[in-house]
């Protein structure tokens, strides 16, 4: 199954993805990832995609480049835990239980990010994935009078006049944590049913960006176009591999032992 980016569902079946996007192999899996010098997305960034997360319109290339917070670079919290743990690559719901995630990989407080989603978009009337109305939590609906036509702009306007600005971002926030503790048995039974280890999901992490830092700096430094690659990942180890041979011999083949 290719995983379809118009309909995009939260829920996804590791068990079901196609094998161009994603192989067991060696007690492990193999993730087709691709890189660009300048993306012709819409964004024009440089960097890494998971080959799945290709064609989405909301997926932005990234780099090696961590957070302040955060160890890991975004690319990583795109494979793990996105791809890996069965979430859609992208959608508000989505994204939701994928900071849990992170959240359970780096010890980081996933509120911050909420309230930026909160603030940047819902509040704005925007929801990537699914019915924005069917995205709100019951309560907030129950609010909004029934068949009133109103737009996400003016349901929003109109819970704000409602219960104050302050206390809908209270709401919606609060929201986001429901709907992210909601996937955790779910990544837990995908990451089981690939053969990873959730309890390694830190050290795992780790190794993938120190993986990164060193292939994303040598395709910076030699000005690489594009290349494409596969990402192992188990338990014990992750690699990294070109799937066009003898086009950097310095990176050609890079491992990471997992500690």
């Not at 068990?15 to 890189?35: C, R």
């Not at 009337?125 to 019951?138: D, I, K, S, T």
């Not at 219960?163 to 986001?176: A, P, Q, S």
């Not at 990544?187 to 120190?210: H, M, P, V, Y």
Request: glycine share 8%; aromatic share 8%.
């Amino acid at each position: 199954m290719a995983l379809s980016h118009s309909v995009q569902k939260p829920f996804q079946n590791v068990e079901q993805y196609s094998s161009d996007l994603l192989q067991k192999v060696n007690g492990g899996v193999q993730v087709p990832v691709t890189y660009r010098k300048v993306w012709d997305d819409g964004f024009g960034a440089r960097g890494w995609k998971v080959n799945a997360t290709i064609g989405d319109p909301q997926i932005i290339a990234s780099t090696r480049e961590t957070g302040q917070r955060i160890n890991t670079s975004v690319f990583i919290h795109d494979i793990l835990d996105h791809f890996l743990s069965g979430f859609g690559v992208s959608g508000h719901r989505s994204e939701a239980m994928a900071l849990i995630q992170l959240s359970k990989r780096t010890g980081s407080n996933p509120c911050s990010d909420y309230e930026q989603l909160v603030r940047e978009d819902i509040l704005n009337g925007n929801v990537n994935g699914e019915n924005f109305r069917e995205f709100l939590p019951a309560d907030l609906c129950l609010m909004i009078p029934g068949n009133s036509g109103m737009t996400e702009k003016e349901v929003i306007a109109y819970l704000k006049e409602k219960i104050g600005e302050k206390r809908l971002i209270k709401y919606l926030v609060d929201h986001f944590f429901t709907l992210g503790e909601a996937g955790e048995s779910h990544a837990a039974e995908s990451w089981n049913l690939l053969g990873l280890d959730t309890f390694k999901r830190t050290e795992i992490g780790r190794a993938l960006q120190a993986l990164l830092d060193v292939i994303d700096k040598t395709v910076e430094e030699l000005g690489i176009e594009k290349l494409r690659g596969l990402i192992e990942i188990n338990n014990n180890h992750v690699s990294f591999t070109m799937q066009e041979p003898n086009i950097i011999d310095s990176i050609e083949s890079y491992q990471v032992v997992v500690i």
